[in-house]
């Protein structure tokens, strides 16, 4: 069973960065597409950015493209979450996922995923 635990949220300005990170269990963390999702106060989750187990895909929400990158260590089985150019509607819950299918390019919904971590709170100032 994965166990995903993600790190590195806070409170940012607008215009700044942040960079999430992601822990997982399991020797087979490299197998495993890895995507972030979010959840703001009263609206749905959402698909933010994903990687693919082979590193050589990714998918991104509209929203985050050219701020938002997204890497992999498979070495410290570890996924990152690089933000940039922070807006306040970027403010929300953020959400490690594990799709252990070996699924490409990543899947961008959340019923595609296996394993959740259990958040880390993001808020943008303006």
């Known amino acids: 069973q994965v166990q995903l635990v993600e790190s590195g949220g806070g409170l940012v300005q607008a215009g700044g960065s942040l960079r999430l990170s992601c822990a997982a269990s399991g020797r087979t963390f490299r197998r495993y597409t890895m995507g972030w999702f979010r959840q703001a106060p009263g609206k749905e989750r959402e698909f933010v950015i994903a990687?693919?187990?082979?590193?050589?895909?990714?998918r991104y929400a509209d929203s985050v493209k050219g701020r938002f990158t997204i890497s992999r260590d498979n070495a410290k089985n570890t996924v990152y979450l690089e933000m940039n150019s922070l807006k306040p509607e970027d403010t929300a819950i953020y959400y490690c996922?594990?799709?252990?299918?070996?699924?490409?390019?990543?899947?961008?919904?959340?019923?595609?995923?296996?394993?959740w971590g259990q958040g880390t709170q993001v808020t943008v100032s303006s």
């Open positions: 996922a594990a799709d252990i299918s070996l699924t490409v390019p990543p899947g961008t919904g959340a019923s595609e995923y296996d394993a």
């Open positions: 990687i693919s187990w082979t590193g050589g895909s990714t």
